[in-house]
């Protein structure tokens, strides 16, 4: 997704949205939280996501400086993911957000994992 021209805004609310405004972004980070987890496991997790959207919205987090991609010279191949400090930043930002989910659509609580 070429976000360039949202990026280049000086509204901050736009480039943020263009960093992480897409569906499964938010989720993804979310679902990472504070440790490392592989791409089967992240799949096991997200089961609603096709593996070929969640191997791109990947690429994207890291290439926006919120995912670190480390992989391990082993076979079979091993990749882990985890986010950066710019990552973790949000994640009081998400769980806030399920907080107010949780105030007015009267669910379960969301509990960082």
């Known amino acids: 997704m070429n976000n360039e021209l ?4 000086a509204c901050p609310m736009t480039r943020t949205m263009a960093t992480i405004g897409t ?4 989720v993804i ?4 939280g504070k440790k490392k987890m592989r791409f089967g496991q992240l799949v096991a997790k ?3 996501i096709s593996r ?3 191997t ?3 690429k994207e987090l890291e290439e926006d400086g919120m995912v670190i991609r480390e992989a391990f010279g082993e076979v079979p191949p091993r990749v882990e993911y985890s986010l950066t400090e710019k990552g973790m930043a ?8 399920c ?3 949780r105030k007015f659509e009267k669910t379960k609580a969301c509990q960082l994992r």
């Open 90 to 97: 949000l994640l009081p930002i998400l769980q806030e957000m």
């Open 29 to 32: 980070v979310y679902t990472l």
């Open 56 to 58: 791109e919205q990947l």
């Open 23 to 26: 569906k499964w972004k938010p």
């Open 52 to 54: 070929k959207v969640l």
């Open 46 to 48: 997200m089961d609603l």
């Open 99 to 101: 907080n107010w989910n």
């Open 6 to 9: 949202f990026l280049s805004t």
